[in-house]
């Protein structure tokens, strides 16, 4: 597919020399959409220029796209040409990038989803001689059954969404409203992997995070029964004169107090309804005080310290796996020989070292290569290793390659023991 890309594209040097500098246009749109971030940060104000006075007396404060200045000191027409100007230059730039990414993912995308049925089959170990082949109405609902499965696939393939909506919020930054630039800042995710671990470690466990979620809310609920009950008059101006508003009232302040619901919590039998809870020689208030004191720190020990820890620990511990998969990931790339799966440190003995075996000897594309040279060739041309190879391929095995072997050094190990034999 991407020979193919590169045919269309070397028909025009224009063409071609776009498509050669991909990488430039994304460095390039994600300098502008820093540029126009910044501009948007330090450029938009309310102050008394921009209010007006209604015919009521009544002020009201204009804030719309045309109410700006860079940096608040440039001229405001000065200031929209430059915000269009950039604008502009980021509508090119993620065409561009859009453009190139879904000519070259866009088919492989479509074409894994019209064989995920055929790779069913195989996994399942179905031939297709095993199947009746399908004919007339039954075809043609095969084919719009698999027309829908590539839409859907289509649709709801992250990386086309993201793309989509690059080009999208560039087109509504320049021509509705600046703001929408801000999304462009999201590819700082795409360009550092590392940060998109960040995003992944609260992702990949959102079946735990969804589940631990929902136990926070059946706690709060329990809380909430309690209080309902016989603490209804502690919650502030009658939030709990029912269940339900009870429950929000609950679920809301006990993140937004420092002393978490307790702290919201008043005491009835205060003086002004409103302070702090006191101590008092009555046995009433001395009652209501221990069991505010009990309901109070274990909403605190449970909910806040408890069930927080938990959510935090569950996204650390996936962040910290993450990292060490990527680590991994990229010292198997770069110390380990893809092919043979011998180490930096055992390849850099031979005389060309590491880097010339991966180039040379076990060079990763001459293998693609030979296997897309048996897939195009005729069944009845292949010669006797073909033959096998071929047969390997077709049962997805891999025992072919020189496994933690390499011919240039068991060469140069027998040449060293000639030498010695000589010696």
Not at 186 to 214: E, F
Request: glycine share 6%; hydrophobic share 40%; charged share 20%.
């Amino acid at each position: 597919h991407q020979q193919r890309l590169n045919k269309i594209y070397k028909t025009s040097k224009i063409v071609y020399l776009i498509s050669k500098h991909e990488n430039t246009w994304k460095t390039i749109s994600f300098m502008v959409a820093l540029a126009l971030n910044f501009f948007i940060l330090t450029s938009y104000s309310r102050d008394e220029e921009s209010k007006t006075i209604t015919a009521d007396g009544e002020v009201e404060r204009e804030w719309g796209p045309d109410q700006f200045r860079i940096l608040q000191r440039v001229d405001d027409t000065l200031s929209r040409s430059v915000i269009y100007i950039l604008g502009m230059v980021q509508v090119v730039c993620s065409s561009l990038i859009v453009a190139f990414f879904l000519l070259q993912n866009l088919p492989l995308i479509m074409r894994k989803a019209w064989y995920a049925e055929e790779r069913k089959k195989a996994r399942t170990g179905k031939k297709d001689a095993e199947v009746e082949q399908p004919r007339g109405l039954k075809k043609l609902f095969i084919i719009l059954y698999k027309m829908g499965i590539v839409l859907f696939y289509t649709l709801t393939d992250m990386n086309i969404l993201y793309y989509s909506a690059y080009v999208v919020m560039a087109l509504f930054g320049t021509f509705a409203h600046p703001f929408f630039f801000g999304f462009h800042l999201m590819d700082i995710l795409v360009r550092y992997p590392l940060l998109k671990n960040v995003v992944l470690a609260v992702w990949v466990p959102r079946i735990q995070l969804l589940l631990t979620g929902l136990l926070y809310v059946v706690l709060v609920y329990e809380f909430t029964l309690f209080g309902y009950m016989f603490l209804w008059e502690h919650y502030p101006d009658d939030t709990c004169t029912n269940t339900l508003l009870c429950f929000t009232t609950t679920f809301d302040v006990g993140f937004k107090n420092d002393g978490g619901l307790g702290g919201a919590l008043t005491d009835p039998a205060s003086k002004n309804n409103h302070g702090p809870l006191s101590l008092d020689s009555s046995q009433t208030r001395q009652s209501s005080y221990y069991g505010r004191f009990v309901f109070d720190n274990l909403y605190n020990i449970i909910l806040l310290i408890i069930m927080i820890e938990v959510v935090g620990g569950i996204i650390i511990d996936t962040f910290a796996m993450l990292r060490s998969e990527l680590e991994e990931r990229t010292d198997d790339m770069n110390n380990i020989c893809f092919i043979c799966g011998l180490s930096r440190e055992h390849l850099d003995r031979g005389r060309e070292g590491f880097l010339g075996h991966i180039k040379k000897d076990h060079y990763l594309w001459n293998y693609l290569y030979y296997i897309s040279y048996l897939k195009h060739k005729e069944n009845t041309e292949y010669t006797g290793i073909e033959t096998d190879i071929s047969a390997r391929l077709q049962q997805r095995d891999v025992t072919w390659f020189p496994s933690h072997r390499s011919y240039m050094l068991e060469k140069e190990g027998n040449k060293h023991r000639e030498e010695e034999v000589s010696n």
